[in-house]
Each structure stands twice: as C-alpha cells, then as structure tokens.
C-alpha cells in the first residue's frame, strides 16, 4: 500500500517562557486534527518536544498535499487561539505568515514527508529536537548510515553493502532548493566536507541505492530565511525507516549517546551538546541543552501501533548524565569563543545595532 507519512511541527506558544505548551494548545490541536482529519487522513498522533507540538500523520494524497498542510495549519492557529486566551508566551511564534498559500513549508513550521511503500512489516523512527537547528541531525544520520563503526549492517547486509544516496541542501541559499546529490561509499569524503556545516549543509533525504526507495526525510526551512530576521532555531523533525534494506534501529539510535555539540540553546544563540530525553520532554537549562525525542512505530495500512519511546532505557540515563557535564563545561564559558554562536549566525540578533555602534567609535592609529 502506498502511503504518505509526514510530520508537521510549531511553537504556538508555552508555559513559563520556553518549556512546555498548555495542556489546552495540546487538546486544542488534536481536537482540531480529530474533528476535520476523518475524510483526510488515515491515523495521526500529537506530542510535544520542549515547547513544539508536533502532529504525526498518514494520507494518501503525497508529499506537499495542500489540503493535509492547510488542516495542519489551521490545527496551529486554533491552538494559538487558544495560547493567546492564555496568556501563553510565543503564541503563533512559528507561524510566520498572515494565511495559508498552499504549503506550510516556508511558512515557519518544520516539515518532513515522504511518499512510501509499504512492506509487510514498516518500522520507522519519528525524531523530533528542540532548541536546535536541521543540521543537528547531519552526524547521527550520517553516522547511522554511512559508518559501519556505529552501523555494522553496512558490513553484515548485502543490501546494505551498495550504500546510499545523500540529499544535501545548502539552506543559505534562498532563491529556491539548491541541492547535491551524493552516494556512500564513494562520495564519503565530500559528504563529510559539507556536513561538517551544520548551519549551512543539511541532509535533506537519504535513499536506498539497493531498491531506490526513500529512507530518511528531514525538516530544512530555515526560519531567518524565511521572517527577513533572526528568529531563533528551527526545532527540525525526521522520519527515518528502519531495517531490512535500511540500518537496524538500534544502528541509528547509537550516535546519539554522543551527545554531540549542536547551535541552539538559549536565544539560539551558543552551542551545547544534544540531549536524547524521553517523550513529551520539558525545556529547562539554558532553554536546553538543545533536545531530541524519538518515538518508534510499526505503520500498516496507514494505521500506526503505540508509540515506543526509543529513549526510556536506563542507558539513556546514564548518557543524559554524561551529556548534562558536556553541557556545563562549555556553559562555564559563557559567551567566550565556541561556547556562543559566531558573528554570521547572529546577524539578525541585536548584536548587530551593538556591532554598528561600536564599529563607528574605532580609530585607525597613525605610524
């Protein structure tokens, strides 16, 4: 059966700043979701990471299908209505047009989607961060599917073996999606060159060379390219399907336990470490560390099973832990050097109005 599984993630507003969204957003959305998805969509489900609420879904009508993306967004201004009746802070702060055109992506909410077809079995893995930007999941997706150090199907699985293809697109450009396509094993060494920008080079999509079919899909608007001026991070979501011809599932949670150094965090503005935290996790330290969720699903006939929370495991525990110290240290910094952004990825913060004034006050001294 051919199915479009997509994920559509904003932040209509929150509790206490950036932590969490009202119990009242949350009904708000899925009631919408309920009410108007019967004719439109075939399952959905609603979670939140830090203050983001996420709406899960599977249709049929393909990926950017406007009627699908025009409920979503009508999901997010009700919820917004009701975050402003609130007093919530940030209501409708990812919605960052007046009306709908056709397709949220481009319109401040992250968006992946992929059309697929399903096998008998079809697991896959919904990923979504907060406090962060879509180029925090460049080393994990790379990692999972391209080092057999963490994914060692590359070596066991025959399928597996021919690699597969990169869809990187450079998200500075703004006049359209300018992207490269590259392939695993041979093009490892240009991969790596262009993700080792996060904040430029994003893995967009990643395809089985084996059979063609789509493995991994990634949110890669980015929101200052879109409002005309720094807004923040964009809290990405992927979906990711997992074994047979694609890395076991454990393959791609492993890179996580990293707990790798990520932009974002408070006014996303400096770099810390990636966290992976359970379900419906709260935002707390330093509007962070920048988080990550994972929920796992089996999907047949466009009907999802329970969630399983990839994160529950004690081994989790232990790495939160390890991760909180990664966090501290460079937070001991505070705005000196790697712990806070660089000058291009502020441009649009009020370091600029600073910059300008002071730029105006130097001397040139004479011989």
Not at 303 to 319: G, V
């Amino acid at each position: 059966m051919k199915i479009t599984l997509g994920v559509i993630k904003a932040d209509i507003g929150s509790i206490g700043g950036h932590i969490k969204p009202s119990a009242a957003v949350m009904k708000a959305v899925r009631d919408y979701i309920e009410s108007h998805g019967k004719k439109k969509i075939i399952d959905f489900f609603i979670s939140h990471t830090g203050d983001d609420v996420a709406i899960l879904m599977t249709h049929t009508g393909g990926v950017g299908d406007a009627e699908i993306h025009k409920m979503a967004w009508d999901a997010f201004v009700a919820g917004t209505d009701v975050a402003k009746s609130q007093g919530l802070y940030g209501a409708g702060q990812d919605l960052l047009k007046d009306a709908f055109s056709g397709n949220v992506k481009g319109m401040g909410p992250a968006v992946a989607e992929m059309e697929i077809e399903e096998r008998p079995n079809e697991p896959f893995l919904f990923f979504a961060a907060d406090k962060t930007e879509p180029g925090a999941y460049n080393l994990p997706l790379f990692l999972g599917f391209a080092d057999p150090m963490y994914c060692p199907g590359l070596m066991l699985s025959p399928s597996m073996a021919e690699g597969f293809k990169f869809v990187i697109m450079d998200v500075d450009y703004t006049e359209g999606d300018r992207i490269i396509e590259l392939n695993t094993p041979e093009d490892y060494y240009d991969i790596t060159t262009l993700l080792r920008d996060n904040s430029r080079f994003v893995i967009e999509s990643i395809w089985s060379r084996h059979n063609g079919d789509q493995a991994a899909a990634v949110s890669t608007s980015r929101l200052r390219n879109i409002a005309g001026k720094y807004t923040g991070k964009d809290d990405p979501v992927h979906l990711v399907r997992t074994q047979s011809a694609f890395p076991a599932t454990g393959e791609l949670l492993s890179p996580y336990a990293i707990g790798h150094y990520v932009a974002g965090t408070m006014r996303g503005s400096h770099n810390g470490p990636m966290m992976p935290c359970k379900q419906n996790t709260n935002i707390s330290f330093f509007d962070g560390p920048a988080v990550v969720t994972c929920a796992a699903f089996c999907v047949h006939n466009g009907k999802f099973t329970e969630p399983a929370d990839a994160f529950d495991h004690p081994f989790w525990d232990w790495s939160r832990d390890q991760i909180s110290q990664k966090a501290l240290e460079i937070r001991r910094q505070g705005f000196s050097g790697p712990a806070m952004l660089p000058y291009d990825d502020l441009e649009y913060g009020g370091i600029v109005e600073k910059m300008g004034k002071l730029d105006k006050l130097f001397t040139v001294r004479g011989d």
